[in-house]
């Protein structure tokens, strides 16, 4: 398809979600929720950024399925309409796998499936790109880099989009943006909780500030924002991670070696003891039933083939018919040779003069 596009001259952006249409996300969802189903394994989906795609992981769960879904920063805040911009940075920003939906109901649907649970988790799935290094794709969308902007904006997004609108409460809000993946993940209570023992991250939230996104403030070295103008209620005030406050006012405060790496073990309890309870439930047995001590007879088949004459003129037919007709046996082939050959057929008549007389148009008159 992609190569289909180039041909017709289309090697901008929008080239991208052209190629990329929704039917392929659900597809894939919809196979890997499959092969996770038969091989009784958890499934973790990133990236949920259609309606559709978002239904089947819904439709699934419902069904018992230890599937997880994540819509991310992009999905949850903005459309893929962009794509047909009239400026190429702007739209290349865009670019990523799967593309953004063009359905501007999009955000808002994403957003009510994380809210009543059938999605669990959001992240940002930063992974952003100057325009100079997206303009290597500047003939070629499909040599565009793919990733956007999401990390800073995530959690107001989130809070505008469903706290604010009294889609979840603040406990939700929590869970979707650090429990459920710390749980998941394996590092709770280490993660995703304030309590002794636990590590010193920690966010001071303002509900009632409220914040416009700008390439102008924002703390990455990008020139485009993908969320430029968009107004968020909810707002981190200060954040500390490791007890060392990072963010103050919009501000970052980092060093380079400041973080750390998070060893995990594997197999979290919070996926796998569901995964165990299936695999005990779905062990195969057997049907316990007494010996059959009843009769036993061979069946013997009294089926009886046709002979058939050979044709020089198409596959074997049978050229003479013994017994009754069998009315399910076509009486008509292509081959040539037809099963009726043998009766004698009446020489062709022309009618004359038809029953009733000849009719002459003229005489009506």
Not at 252 to 272: H, M, Q, S, T, W
């Amino acid at each position: 398809e992609q190569k289909k596009l180039l041909t017709l001259g289309i090697t901008g952006p929008e080239g991208h979600v052209l190629s990329h249409p929704e039917e392929a996300e659900t597809e894939a969802v919809y196979r890997a929720i499959t092969i996770a189903k038969q091989t009784n394994c958890p499934l973790y989906i990133t990236k949920v950024m259609s309606k559709s795609a978002a239904d089947v992981i819904a439709k699934a769960r419902k069904k018992g399925m230890v599937v997880y879904g994540e819509p991310i920063t992009a999905s949850l805040g903005t459309d893929g309409s962009h794509y047909w911009s009239k400026n190429w940075a702007e739209a290349a920003a865009f670019v990523m796998s799967p593309p953004l939906n063009p359905d501007p109901s999009t955000p808002q649907y994403l957003t009510s499936l994380l809210a009543c649970g059938d999605l669990q988790v959001t992240s940002s799935a930063q992974a952003s790109f100057s325009t100079a290094q997206r303009a290597v794709g500047k003939d070629d969308f499909t040599l565009i880099p793919e990733g956007s902007n999401g990390i800073e904006e995530r959690m107001s997004v989130v809070w505008d989009r469903a706290v604010s609108t009294g889609k979840m409460d603040e406990n939700e809000f929590v869970a979707v943006t650090s429990t459920n993946a710390a749980k998941l993940f394996n590092i709770y209570p280490r993660k995703g909780r304030i309590a002794v023992g636990s590590d010193a991250d920690i966010v001071i939230w303002n509900p009632k500030e409220t914040r416009t996104i700008s390439a102008k403030t924002h703390n990455l070295t990008v020139e485009v924002n993908i969320l430029e103008g968009l107004e968020c209620r909810g707002v981190a005030s200060v954040v500390i991670s490791a007890g060392r406050v990072v963010v103050e006012d919009g501000k970052l405060n980092v060093i380079e070696g400041l973080g750390r790496f998070v060893a995990r073990k594997a197999f979290p309890d919070a996926v796998y003891k569901r995964i165990r309870a299936r695999s005990k439930m779905a062990e195969v047995r057997g049907v316990p039933r007494g010996n059959y001590d009843g009769p036993v007879h061979d069946v013997i088949s009294m089926t009886k083939s046709v002979p058939l004459t050979p044709t020089t003129r198409g596959p074997l037919c049978p050229k003479t018919q013994t017994g009754p007709r069998n009315l399910h046996q076509s009486g008509f082939t292509l081959a040539g040779t037809q099963i009726d050959d043998h009766i004698p057929r009446r020489s062709a008549q022309r009618i004359v003069a038809p029953p009733g007389g000849r009719s002459n148009i003229t005489s009506l008159s």
